[in-house]
């Protein structure tokens, strides 16, 4: 047996334990269990605190393209009239501001250098995300909120002695939202 071929197969094994692990805590965040995040305290007024999450504003960039007509007249000799051409716009995500994230018992606050945001669960339509972030549709608000960031902040998850160091994506931070969101509303009822 070639030398370090037993530290490589451990490797592998605590790798796998990882991910079954993550996948497990995950499957239960999907069903509200929360009791996997390390810290988490239904009875304590803030749930979760996000750092460095970015709020992100879709803006539409009016498009435009010069053509016109061109002939040749001669060797080396053109005539060219120029004009306009209108494009359909394109949309660009503009960062409006980074700051803090905070889930509450009763909804979610964001509060960065210039904008400060705040959405009770009960105005909440919908939650959908992306790879890095959610997307936001409130009643109370006149445009969806698009946070991005999720890959800069960092959850431990715990799995019966074991505890993980968790990257949250933008499945994971709604998947959080949500399932606070269900723990407020089943105490309020």
Do not use: W
């Amino acid at each position: 047996m070639p030398f370090g071929l037993k530290k490589k197969k451990a490797q592998v094994t605590v790798d796998r334990q990882r991910q079954v692990d993550v996948c497990y805590a995950t499957r239960q965040m999907e069903q509200g269990n929360l009791s996997f995040v390390v810290g988490y305290d239904p009875s304590r007024p803030i749930i979760f605190s996000f750092q460095n999450v970015s709020l992100v504003e879709a803006k539409l960039i009016p498009g435009t393209s010069e053509g016109g007509i061109k002939n040749k007249i001669s060797k080396g000799l053109y005539f060219y009239v120029g004009q306009t051409q209108e494009q359909a716009p394109t949309e660009e995500l503009v960062e409006l501001d980074i700051g803090i994230m905070t889930i509450t018992q009763y909804g979610i606050a964001f509060a960065g250098r210039t904008k400060h945001i705040n959405v009770n669960f009960d105005d909440i339509d919908s939650i959908d995300h992306m790879n890095n972030g959610i997307t936001i549709s409130a009643r109370s608000q006149l445009q969806k909120l698009r946070f991005e960031g999720a890959e800069r902040v960092v959850i431990p998850l715990k799995v019966q002695d074991r505890t993980y160091m968790q990257t949250l994506s933008g499945r994971l931070m709604r998947l959080l939202i949500e399932a606070a969101m269900n723990a407020s509303l089943d105490r309020s009822e």
